[in-house]
């Protein structure tokens, strides 16, 4: 009997405990669901796609290589194993394209196809040997169309053979700093070719250099147009259907079964100009990737006037004997910088000359300022006075 009430007892200081921690363990559920409660708002704020502050970090793509770059500076704002060798599909026209630019001085001349550039290629424009089209339309069908024939028809005319001309893709890819690529045809066809390969970067620089030559940009932001094969009217439309977006302006799809889906994009918003590359994506990832990419940008940095030269930084002080007067400095010069707003810190040091004595000339440097983003040295100045003082 004795026994038998112990254990009763035990048993009902067991369940006692255990009640207890039952209790306790709600408690800090519930009190944890309270703080993410508060918390929550602060996560939408700067987790929201649509937000201005998401950081670098919190963004991904489908896309195994990418990279987003300012057109203006070159600087790059984004990127995803940028220097990855990948296969580029049809963006390898880009090179094709300005390489034709600058190498025929009539574009409006006819020429006829050859038996060769009339083979099967894959192509979206079938050309039969004898056809006779203008290098200009054969450059539309190429750009906008991404006509695999037509790459080899003005491969041919400006070098006789494709590898020939695929020397000189080749040769302009090193002297514009694509020191990755390597080019074995004129249009990204990879089957037979497992050394036609390049980089985000590299296509990056490309584009950039492309953008340049205005025939290009003009033809790259077309949605659609005519071309006259025999005289006959065919009418050709963009590959890249992100063209009916404003600020979408450019510029090459791709896509082969190595590569996947690639995609450069040319966009123009906010006075941002951007060029965007995305490697082996899928069929709905490509456009997702590079608008993701794009909008982030737009809606994450500014350019940001981070110097005035018309607002004074620190003071110092000039001696004379037993007489010293203090005057304000003033940056050299303004300094405006494209800056993300969630990433970015910014920091400015100050170096003041020593022995500073009258009297102060204006518009001389007493001293100098360095800035830094990131603890990286962006830009330095001198740091001069607007006073003449002389006693």
Known sequence: MIFEKNYEKQN??????????????????????????????????????NSKLIPSSRIDTVASSAIVMDYKTGKVLWEKNPDELMYPASTTKMMTAILVI?????????????????????????FKKGDEIT????????????????????????????????????????????????????????????????????????ASYCLKNDLFKEIVSTPQTFIHINKKELIIK?????????????IKTGYTEKAGYCLVVYSNKNDFELISVVLNSSFYGKNYDALRLINWVYNSFSNE??????????????????????????????????????????????????NISLPVISGKAYGEMFIYVNDKKVEQMNLISRDNIIN
């Not at 963009?238 to 450019?250: C, R």
């Not at 002080?317 to 494209?338: G, I, R």
Request: hydrophobic fraction near 40%.
């Open 12 to 49: 009902k200081q067991s369940l006692k405990n255990l009640s207890s921690k039952i209790l306790f363990f709600t408690f800090i559920i519930l009190f944890f669901i309270f703080i993410s409660n508060l918390i929550l708002p602060q996560k939408v704020l700067y987790g929201d796609e």
């Open 102 to 126: 600058e190498n025929i001085k009539d574009l409006n001349k006819k020429i006829r196809i050859s038996k060769n550039a009339a083979g099967s290629n894959f192509s979206t424009i079938s």
């Open 135 to 206: 290098l200009l339309d054969l450059l539309k069908a190429a750009l906008i169309a991404s006509a695999n024939n037509a790459t080899i028809a003005l491969a041919e005319y400006i070098s006789g053979d494709e590898k020939e001309f695929v020397n000189l893709m080749n040769k302009k890819a090193k002297e514009i700093g694509a020191l990755n690529t390597n080019f074995e045809n004129t249009n990204g066809l990879d089957s037979n070719f497992t050394s036609h390969k390049t980089t985000a970067r590299d296509l990056a620089i490309i």
């Open 238 to 250: 963009n590959t890249n259907t992100l063209l009916n977006i404003d600020y979408i302006k450019g």
């Open 305 to 354: 006037k981070i110097v005035d030269s018309n607002i004074p930084v620190i003071s110092a002080t000039a001696k004379n004997n037993d007489y010293s007067v203090s005057f304000d400095l003033y940056p050299q010069k303004d300094f405006e910088l494209m800056l993300d707003k969630a990433d970015d810190k910014i920091i400015y040091n100050y170096f003041l000359y020593d």
